[in-house]
């Protein structure tokens, strides 16, 4: 059980005795025992108030838990800890010709995942610290840009799209023995 799931396990037993708590003073008010119906909620309003604390306590935990990833995230990785950024090269060039050699960002992505899948690492599968980008997409995407700079990709596609180039239609002939 991770501390989440405790937070949620703990504050779901205060919240059903703070119901519990309610239920029992509505009932001694209704049946007029009136001391046994402020005992209880007097019982209700400190249990109300341990449930604010403890989800006080949840978001200040929440805020160190998210402060200290980030921290372990920008960490440098060492070489070899992530797949190569010169691994992409072949499987995005061969993505291009299978989708007719141009197509948006995303669906190359897409097919560069099914063919690297296996030798991804875990690492690469991780959030960068923006919280939205993995790590073996980024990876991509700067390979791309070396591509482009080496005429293997088009410079001037539109925004989104990713287009092969005849030196890269060539490139991966080339280089197709080592795409296997």
Do not use: C
């Not at 001694?28 to 005992?39: D, H, N």
């Amino acid at each position: 059980m991770d501390t989440n799931e405790a937070f949620d396990v703990l504050l779901d037993e205060l919240r059903q005795a703070l119901k519990n708590a309610q239920d029992a003073g509505t009932q001694a008010f209704q049946e007029g025992r009136f001391e046994e119906a402020r005992v209880a909620a007097k019982r209700a309003e400190d249990l109300a108030a341990h449930i604010g604390q403890l989800e006080s306590l949840r978001q200040e935990w929440s805020a160190l838990v998210k402060e200290k990833s980030v921290k372990q995230r920008r960490k440098r990785l060492r070489k070899g800890e992530m797949t190569p950024q010169a691994s992409y090269r072949l499987p995005i060039l061969r993505a291009l010709v299978e989708l007719g050699g141009s197509a948006p960002v995303s669906a190359v992505l897409d097919r560069v995942y099914e063919m690297m899948a296996a030798e991804l690492k875990e690492v690469d599968l991780e959030l960068l610290s923006d919280g939205r980008s993995v790590r073996w997409r980024n990876a991509a995407q700067w390979e791309r840009a070396s591509m482009v700079n080496d005429g293997l990709l088009v410079s001037g596609s539109p925004r989104g799209i990713w287009e092969i180039t005849e030196a890269g239609r060539a490139y991966l002939r080339e280089h197709r023995a080592e795409f296997s």
